[in-house]
């Protein structure tokens, strides 16, 4: 190459959406330019490699449309024609489209079958009401109190359908996606994730199981494709790199090879590798009908995230030699220490670990070329990112590309699983890639087509109070949390931005603002705050479909965490994706190995002449050439500066610190509530409880009082029941001694004392207790009164004229016990009522009036003593006139019995008082009103008849 034409670089970016099934198709310029670098290889023939110059420059590549287009739009006149687009306009509008043409993600839910009697739940708690909802059942909502209960008893959540226990891997497989096959062999891009918590099924769903019939959707996708694509494969002349690009391959291509599986040569890795499902006799049969013009080609690159850094699991292990004691003393106890290294326990046989080793690698962001958008539009956060190193390897078979993931899947366990054998602790993500080159121009690398389907296998989402971690699981887990938090707020915002982006759509023509105004009002959506959102970014701003499964085992005990899963999923389906498109579109620059890449050749005319001269034409070849590769081995065509890059370094590693304090401060605080919540919640129990027993007291003493209560009132009820029928059968029965049983105890208890026939008449505590304020008390004053009566006649005295002593001092028999003050009291007061009374001047007549008298006395007596009792037993103070203050008991009680109103007694220091006492034992009921007392006594005071009156009034 004598002379290498030169022209100024640059680069024409364009989009050009087709939609699936004969949709119109929508073509869209990002950028237009006013020189684009075509290339226009020579064609040598369809089966040779093209004659390719070597250069330093590289020539942006264009993707051909699909078969969908029609031919004459799949060459290069349509990215000529598309070149001339004006290009902001181009770009408003075909951000117009793209918002409108987006999907929302689907989301398939799929319920786990119970396996056994290993479950912890028998019930499940999800129940399927139709094809697409299903009706969550909090199981401890009876048992727990909600309030500690983060879920609702009964949610519905939609799906866009939902799949049984029962469902076959076969159906599932159908149903979810294979139509994202299709889209794979069709052009168009897609991403299936599997979301769920530990144990729900994702793995069995992404991988499948070692039964027939079992395989997983990877595998049954690997047969599909290559069922498909059976005498159609391509040759390894072009190769991807990066997310979207293609270069040519140089030297030894990157394709399978049974050294490849070497490294499980080991005997250890062996072992592991045996223990994997190969799923060989497990073919799933389907066939797509594909477009037979092309030839494909399949490469795979199978990569995981683990604590927060990306490992290529096709990477080949190192195996290093046997660390010193101090290292791997460092290392015990820590199945993998940050530093990526693992000591690989060995068979016994052997005495030395094995050291094995790999490299995490950078997430870069995609060139401007392979994205085709302008710098504006990368700098906003719209482009792709890939994973700088990611070994991706041509496979022309199913059968080697399940080997090759099998290898993959050995590495996954053997660093991920070893620290729990049960669980995946990474997002594994296997990602197919499928080059299609149309037959005809094989040699024009702008007919290059790539698309790409990524599976992805989360790590089952938990809470690390439920797994007890600590040290490094709690690293793991916090990690795990984190992306899969990171996910989360990506959803959100994107379908807050996609909201607003409708809405300002949504408006009235004149109302509508522009869309790049509109655009630049949105949030920035958080994709790199997580690896796994990083790399996953380029589906949610870019192209492609996507497709969550939703693994949920409904025996699990983690309630809260599936409805957290359920939330989530119902968020995912209100984002949109633009679906997979068959693109047209500038290719990142085909470079070949060791940085020579093929100028971007073109033809040219230039043509002279003019009046008076003769025409001319010269027919020239253009090698336009872009910039210089950098020399990145990764083929990154960013410029590198150090500086820069090391400053970007330091804020994704402060802020990933700082996400991390967020988190673990999150989780304290969230188990710290937790924690209050349930001490506080033991502490009202047992206050509660506390409070039951002292209520349960306080019946108890209550009804004491009551008993003792009524015991009084019944027993003051007979008293004047007794007298009362002593008066309505004649006063002189008393006098006769015609005793009945009420009195003969009340003899007994005062002349022989306290008797054992007495608490059955009177149970109450307080008549027990033996002083002047109990029951018993009250009968003996009552008796005491009574007696003197029932022992001795009296004599009969002689009224004197004015009628004022009926009774005169001197005419007292001797024997007679003298009357109390009180009982003359009441003798006087009954005076008037003899005296009104029909006189008989005989002698019975006069007998009569005495006893009537004395009955009347006695029964004063009685009331008196009973009033005492009352008194004392009166629960509420009345506000007294005036109150002396008495030192001590003794004092007070003979105040009282002076009656002394108003006295109050002042305990001593350590002496309890009385009244407070009885106030505490009685409560606040009162016993017998003041009225009552006072009906009471002015019943006794009238005639015989008054006996009835009286039990009214002591009723009441
Ligand atoms: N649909 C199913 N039918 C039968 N068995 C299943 C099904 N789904 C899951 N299992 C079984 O349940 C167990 C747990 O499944 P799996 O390992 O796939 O869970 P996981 O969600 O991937 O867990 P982790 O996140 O911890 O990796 C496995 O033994 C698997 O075989």
Same mark, same amino acid.
């Given at each position: 190459?004598?002379?290498?034409?030169?022209?100024?670089?640059?680069?024409?970016?364009?989009?050009?959406?087709?939609?699936?099934?004969?949709?119109?198709?929508?073509?869209?310029?990002?950028?237009?330019?006013?020189?684009?670098?075509?290339?226009?290889?020579?064609?040598?023939?369809?089966?040779?490699?093209?004659?390719?110059?070597?250069?330093?420059?590289?020539?942006?590549?264009?993707?051909?449309?699909?078969?969908?287009?029609?031919?004459?739009?799949?060459?290069?006149?349509?990215?000529?024609?598309?070149?001339?687009?004006?290009?902001?306009?181009?770009?408003?509008?075909?951000?117009?489209?793209?918002?409108?043409?987006?999907?929302?993600?689907?989301?398939?839910?799929?319920?786990?079958?119970?396996?056994?009697?290993?479950?912890?739940?028998?019930?499940?708690?999800?129940?399927?009401?139709?094809?697409?909802?299903?009706?969550?059942?909090?199981?401890?909502?009876?048992?727990?109190?909600?309030?500690?209960?983060?879920?609702?008893?009964?949610?519905?959540?939609?799906?866009?359908?939902?799949?049984?226990?029962?469902?076959?891997?076969?159906?599932?497989?159908?149903?979810?996606?294979?139509?994202?096959?299709?889209?794979?062999?069709?052009?168009?891009?897609?991403?299936?994730?599997?979301?769920?918590?530990?144990?729900?099924?994702?793995?069995?769903?992404?991988?499948?199981?070692?039964?027939?019939?079992?395989?997983?959707?990877?595998?049954?996708?690997?047969?599909?494709?290559?069922?498909?694509?059976?005498?159609?494969?391509?040759?390894?002349?072009?190769? +991807?790199?990066?997310?979207? #690009?293609?270069?040519?391959?140089?030297? =030894? *291509?990157?394709?399978? %090879? $049974?050294? &490849? !599986?070497?490294?499980?040569?080991?005997?250890?890795?062996?072992?592991?590798?045996?223990?994997?499902?190969?799923?060989?006799?497990?073919?799933?049969?389907?066939?797509?009908?594909?477009?037979?013009?092309?030839?494909?080609?399949?490469?795979?690159?199978?990569?995981?995230?683990?604590?927060?850094?990306?490992?290529?699991?096709?990477?080949?292990?190192?195996?290093?030699?046997?660390?010193?004691?101090?290292?791997?003393?460092?290392?015990?106890?820590? +199945?993998?220490?940050?530093? #990526?290294?693992?000591?690989?326990?060995? =068979? *016994?046989?052997?005495? %030395? $670990?094995? &050291? !094995?080793?790999?490299?995490?690698?950078?997430?870069?962001?995609?060139?401007?070329?392979?994205?085709?958008?302008?710098?504006?539009?990368?700098?906003?956060?719209?482009?792709?990112?890939?994973?700088?190193?990611?070994?991706?390897?041509?496979?022309?078979?199913?059968?080697?590309?399940?080997?090759?993931?099998?290898?993959?899947?050995?590495?996954?366990?053997?660093?991920?699983?070893?620290?729990?054998?049960?669980?995946?602790?990474?997002?594994?993500?296997?990602?197919?890639?499928?080059?299609?080159?149309?037959?005809?121009?094989?040699?024009?690398?702008? %007919?290059?087509?790539?698309?790409?389907?990524?599976?992805?296998?989360?790590?089952?989402?938990?809470?690390?109070?439920?797994?007890?971690?600590?040290?490094?699981?709690?690293?793991?887990?916090?990690?795990?949390?984190?992306?899969?938090?990171?996910?989360?707020?990506?959803?959100?915002?994107?379908?807050?931005?996609?909201?607003?982006?409708?809405?300002?759509?949504?408006?009235?023509?004149?109302?509508?603002?522009?869309?790049?105004?509109?655009?630049?009002?949105?949030?920035?959506?958080?994709?790199?705050?997580?690896?796994?959102?990083?790399?996953?970014?380029?589906?949610?701003?870019?192209?492609?479909?996507?497709?969550?499964?939703?693994?949920?085992?409904?025996?699990?005990?983690?309630?809260?965490?599936?409805?957290?899963?359920?939330?989530?999923?119902?968020?995912?389906?209100?984002?949109?994706?633009?679906?997979?498109?068959?693109?047209?579109?500038?290719?990142?620059?085909?470079?070949?190995?060791?940085?020579?890449?093929?100028?971007?050749?073109?033809?040219?005319?230039?043509?002279?002449?003019?009046?008076?001269?003769?025409?001319?034409?010269?027919?020239?070849?253009?090698?336009?050439?872009?910039?210089?590769?950098?020399?990145?081995?990764?083929?990154?065509?960013?410029?590198?500066?150090?500086?820069?890059?090391?400053?970007?370094?330091?804020?994704?590693?402060?802020?990933?610190?700082?996400?991390?304090?967020?988190?673990?401060?999150?989780?304290?605080?969230?188990?710290?509530?937790?924690?209050?919540?349930?001490?506080?919640?033991?502490?009202?129990?047992?206050?509660?409880?506390?409070?039951?027993?002292?209520?349960?007291?306080?019946?108890?003493?209550?009804?004491?009082?009551?008993?003792?209560?009524?015991?009084?009132?019944?027993?003051?009820?007979?008293?004047?029941?007794?007298?009362?029928?002593?008066?309505?059968?004649?006063?002189?029965?008393?006098?006769?001694?015609?005793?009945?049983?009420?009195?003969?105890?009340?003899?007994?208890?005062?002349?022989?004392?306290?008797?054992?026939?007495?608490?059955?008449?009177?149970?109450?505590?307080?008549?027990?207790?033996?002083?002047?304020?109990?029951?018993?008390?009250?009968?003996?004053?009552?008796?005491?009164?009574?007696?003197?009566?029932?022992?001795?006649?009296?004599?009969?005295?002689?009224?004197?004229?004015?009628?004022?002593?009926?009774?005169?001092?001197?005419?007292?028999?001797?024997?007679?016990?003298?009357?109390?003050?009180?009982?003359?009291?009441?003798?006087?007061?009954?005076?008037?009522?003899?005296?009104?009374?029909?006189?008989?001047?005989?002698?019975?007549?006069?007998?009569?009036?005495?006893?009537?008298?004395?009955?009347?006395?006695?029964?004063?007596?009685?009331?008196?003593?009973?009033?005492?009792?009352?008194?004392?037993?009166?629960?509420?103070?009345?506000?007294?006139?005036?109150?002396?203050?008495?030192?001590?008991?003794?004092?007070?009680?003979?105040?009282?019995?002076?009656?002394?109103?108003?006295?109050?007694?002042?305990?001593?220091?350590?002496?309890?008082?009385?009244?407070?006492?009885?106030?505490?034992?009685?409560?606040?009921?009162?016993?017998?009103?003041?009225?009552?007392?006072?009906?009471?006594?002015?019943?006794?005071?009238?005639?015989?008849?008054?006996?009835?009156?009286?039990?009214?009034?002591?009723?009441?």
């Amino acid at each position: 190459m004598a002379s290498k034409p030169k022209t100024t670089a640059t680069r024409t970016s364009t989009r050009s959406r087709t939609a699936v099934n004969s949709v119109p198709t929508t073509t869209r310029t990002t950028r237009a330019a006013s020189k684009t670098n075509v290339a226009a290889q020579p064609s040598t023939g369809t089966s040779a490699k093209p004659a390719i110059k070597r250069t330093t420059v590289r020539k942006p590549l264009l993707n051909r449309d699909n078969s969908t287009e029609p031919p004459e739009r799949s060459s290069g006149k349509k990215v000529a024609s598309a070149q001339k687009q004006p290009t902001s306009r181009t770009t408003t509008a075909t951000s117009l489209n793209e918002d409108i043409d987006r999907e929302p993600i689907k989301a398939y839910l799929r319920i786990r079958p119970r396996l056994g009697d290993a479950e912890p739940i028998s019930q499940p708690y999800l129940d399927p009401i139709s094809d697409t909802a299903v009706q969550m059942t909090d199981p401890y909502a009876s048992s727990v109190p909600s309030r500690l209960s983060s879920a609702n008893g009964s949610s519905i959540y939609t799906f866009s359908h939902i799949f049984p226990p029962e469902t076959q891997q076969a159906d599932f497989f159908n149903k979810t996606t294979l139509p994202l096959v299709r889209d794979l062999l069709g052009g168009r891009s897609g991403l299936l994730f599997t979301y769920g918590v530990t144990n729900s099924g994702k793995t069995y769903t992404i991988q499948g199981g070692s039964e027939p019939g079992s395989a997983g959707i990877l595998p049954r996708t690997l047969d599909v494709l290559f069922n498909s694509i059976e005498g159609l494969h391509g040759d390894d002349t072009y190769r +991807p790199i990066r997310l979207n #690009g293609v270069e040519l391959t140089e030297g =030894p *291509s990157d394709s399978f %090879s $049974p050294h &490849l !599986l070497s490294t499980s040569s080991a005997p250890a890795l062996a072992d592991i590798l045996d223990d994997i499902p190969s799923g060989d006799g497990d073919i799933d049969p389907t066939l797509l009908t594909v477009d037979r013009n092309h030839e494909y080609t399949v490469w795979l690159s199978y990569s995981e995230v683990y604590n927060e850094k990306v490992y290529d699991l096709f990477a080949a292990i190192d195996s290093r030699d046997t660390p010193s004691p101090q290292s791997s003393q460092a290392h015990s106890g820590i +199945p993998r220490s940050t530093s #990526g290294f693992l000591n690989l326990p060995l =068979p *016994s046989s052997q005495s %030395s $670990p094995l &050291l !094995l080793t790999r490299k995490a690698l950078t997430v870069k962001p995609c060139p401007l070329s392979d994205t085709g958008l302008t710098s504006a539009e990368a700098a906003s956060g719209s482009a792709g990112k890939y994973v700088a190193g990611l070994r991706q390897i041509r496979v022309e078979s199913a059968a080697q590309a399940k080997s090759l993931l099998r290898l993959g899947q050995l590495h996954r366990r053997v660093f991920g699983t070893l620290a729990n054998s049960q669980s995946s602790r990474s997002h594994a993500l296997v990602t197919i890639k499928v080059l299609r080159v149309h037959r005809g121009e094989k040699n024009d690398p702008t %007919s290059i087509q790539t698309s790409r389907l990524t599976l992805v296998d989360l790590a089952g989402s938990e809470r690390t109070k439920h797994t007890q971690t600590s040290g490094d699981r709690l690293r793991e887990a916090g990690n795990i949390n984190k992306s899969l938090m990171v996910l989360g707020q990506c959803m959100e915002t994107l379908r807050a931005n996609q909201r607003t982006l409708a809405r300002s759509l949504g408006a009235p023509n004149g109302a509508r603002m522009d869309t790049r105004d509109v655009k630049r009002g949105l949030a920035v959506v958080p994709f790199r705050h997580s690896k796994l959102t990083e790399v996953l970014m380029d589906y949610f701003v870019g192209e492609g479909k996507a497709v969550m499964i939703v693994n949920v085992n409904p025996y699990d005990t983690g309630f809260d965490e599936n409805s957290h899963v359920m939330r989530f999923s119902a968020l995912a389906r209100e984002v949109s994706t633009v679906p997979g498109t068959a693109v047209t579109r500038v290719l990142p620059a085909v470079k070949a190995r060791g940085s020579e890449v093929v100028p971007h050749r073109r033809s040219v005319t230039l043509s002279t002449g003019g009046r008076n001269k003769k025409a001319s034409e010269a027919h020239l070849e253009v090698l336009e050439e872009d910039e210089e590769p950098d020399g990145d081995e990764d083929g990154d065509d960013e410029p590198v500066n150090p500086l820069i890059d090391a400053l970007f370094d330091e804020i994704e590693r402060l802020r990933a610190q700082l996400f991390d304090a967020e988190l673990r401060a999150a989780v304290v605080e969230a188990d710290v509530r937790e924690e209050v919540m349930e001490e506080m919640e033991a502490r009202m129990q047992s206050m509660e409880k506390m409070f039951k027993r002292r209520l349960m007291m306080e019946i108890e003493q209550h009804e004491k009082k009551l008993d003792a209560k009524i015991d009084m009132m019944n027993q003051a009820r007979r008293d004047i029941g007794h007298s009362d029928a002593e008066s309505d059968q004649g006063l002189i029965d008393v006098t006769e001694g015609d005793e009945d049983e009420e009195e003969a105890h009340m003899e007994s208890d005062q002349f022989d004392g306290p008797s054992d026939s007495a608490p059955s008449r009177s149970p109450s505590p307080l008549a027990r207790k033996g002083n002047g304020a109990n029951g018993r008390s009250i009968l003996r004053t009552i008796a005491k009164s009574q007696a003197p009566m029932e022992l001795d006649e009296p004599e009969v005295t002689s009224q004197d004229d004015d009628g004022d002593s009926f009774l005169p001092q001197d005419t007292q028999s001797e024997d007679e016990p003298e009357l109390s003050r009180k009982d003359k009291i009441s003798m006087k007061k009954a005076q008037p009522l003899l005296a009104a009374a029909p006189s008989p001047v005989f002698e019975e007549d006069v007998k009569a009036g005495r006893a009537k008298a004395r009955k009347v006395s006695e029964t004063d007596t009685k009331l008196a003593g009973l009033q005492q009792c009352l008194d004392e037993l009166k629960l509420q103070d009345k506000p007294r006139d005036s109150t002396v203050v008495i030192p001590d008991k003794k004092a007070r009680k003979a105040a009282v019995a002076h009656g002394g109103q108003g006295a109050e007694y002042v305990p001593q220091g350590g002496e309890v008082d009385t009244m407070k006492k009885k106030k505490r034992q009685l409560g606040k009921n009162r016993v017998v009103t003041d009225d009552e007392i006072a009906a009471i006594i002015l019943g006794t005071s009238q005639d015989t008849g008054g006996g009835k009156q009286l039990r009214r009034s002591a009723r009441h």
